[in-house]
């Protein structure tokens, strides 16, 4: 049993990576199960992740703080938090370690997971009164039999006897969730005091008081509501206090984009030209020739909808491995080029292979920051693979050498403001990347364009004069959106649209990053 510590900033990024590492591999190997038709896809990659070594600190038991783990994530499977050590077990509320392996012969818990669901349960965020388990029917409310000191509840009581803290999970139900369960990580508790007598049932009921340890970032279930409660305040037509407007694209994204401000009298996001998606140039067409269409032209259906390679030559140009896209709109994993269907192909607007065209799904906002000057955060939960938004701006022409060849109108001449597409690094790789882990035969078939290198953009981005809100998302090198080139029906290969997909599940008032390439 450890505490483990983590001050130096760059081993604050390498654990937090290798965090985001595991749950990458959990959510690739998760989505290659559900497409295959397991009923519980969760639970059976969570086996696999454990018979393979894949979950992290499964050697070590850490009492506190899981490193890489920060208060406020959250999860949409249990099994995630087992994967990323924050939680040991699939069921129980309380994790603890066995009597055997603690020094001093009495186990000790180290995390719970509180959903509220018993009768004597009381919960104002900073005081939890948490319910022992046992004592009820597995789906019951109220209890039947009289809890025991016993397992998880003797664990609990020898915390409080040692003084060792207990990582709080709360589970949330959730609509947007893929499990319809969310699970935020709030923090360090400790069991303040002990009580055992009658509960509201009538039967003997184990009760503990935990009290949330000073100094902690704050509770990300609280986030949570004061997320919900502006998105309702800013759905009504109401401007709260701090925002400077409620949409700064002015009607041109399918969402509002509100820009918010409680630090200083800085307005310079208004003083744009607000474009939602840049100005392509069309595919060349050559002499005497006619374009013709190349998907789709007689479709009165979506297209991509089953995994086969079908008929859709739009999706088989997506390489092995079946649709770019999930049923729920998902990126299924990152690809040197996604092909949706286009203009010209004659399938519906809800064609499942025409994710981004539907424009943004999440709200999304600009702020001022006193670390990162401005920034983009989250109003919604966003689900990892999900499509978050297009990056924006003029687009000029450069020939091989990066030179300019010919500009956009309105565009810059100079290099301040510049997007370089090719600057991006392929994180795209890392996104439904499951080759950490060893599949059975049956699961699907691998990518056939593992070593493809996919179209050469011909063109940078310039955002000094026009862009949409893209541009304000800050850099970091652990990042939680990425860069995946698009390209639609006939379009042109030498200018692939800029599309960012979360990385990781965004929460309510999460900033989002991305990673620019900055020193390459």
Known sequence: MVRATVTAEADH??????????????EAVRGIYHRGGRTRADMTALSTMLSQGLCLYRDVRIVGSIPGVFVGDVFSYRAELIVVGLHNQTQAGIGFIPANLVSEGHPVATSIVSSGGYLDDH???????YTGSGGRPRHGVEHNTDQEFERGNLALAYSH??????RVIRSHDCDTSPSAKLY???????VDSITYGPGKSGHEVCKFKLVRIPGQAPLGSKIWRSARDLTNTLDSNIRPRGYVTRDLSKGKEVIRVPVFNNVDRDLSPLGFEYIARPDFPPPPVLP?????????QYATAACGGSWSSGSCACVRKNGGGGPAYNADGTLVRGRPVVYECGARCGCPA?????????????RLEVFRSRQTDWGVRALDLIQPGAFVCEFSGDVVTVDDDGHHASNAAGASTEWG???????????WREWGDASAATLPDDAEEPPRFAQLAGPRPRYVLDVSRRRNFAPYISHSSAPNVFVQLVLRGDGNESYPRLMLFAMD??????ELSIDYGIGQ
């Open 13 to 26: 990024l390498e654990v937090r990576t290798l965090v985001r590492r595991a749950r990458l591999t959990f």
């Open 123 to 129: 919960d104002n965020g900073e005081v939890l009164i």
């Open 161 to 166: 006897k040692y003084g060792v803290e207990v």
């Open 184 to 190: 935020v990580y709030d923090g360090l508790y400790k």
């Open 288 to 296: 005497g020739t006619a374009r013709r269409l190349r998907c789709c």
């Open 350 to 362: 809800s064609c499942s292979n025409r994710v981004t065209q539907r424009g943004m799904q999440h």
């Open 417 to 427: 403001g510049i997007v370089d597409p090719k600057k991006f690094p392929a994180r």
């Open 505 to 510: 599940t965004i929460p309510p008032l999460r």
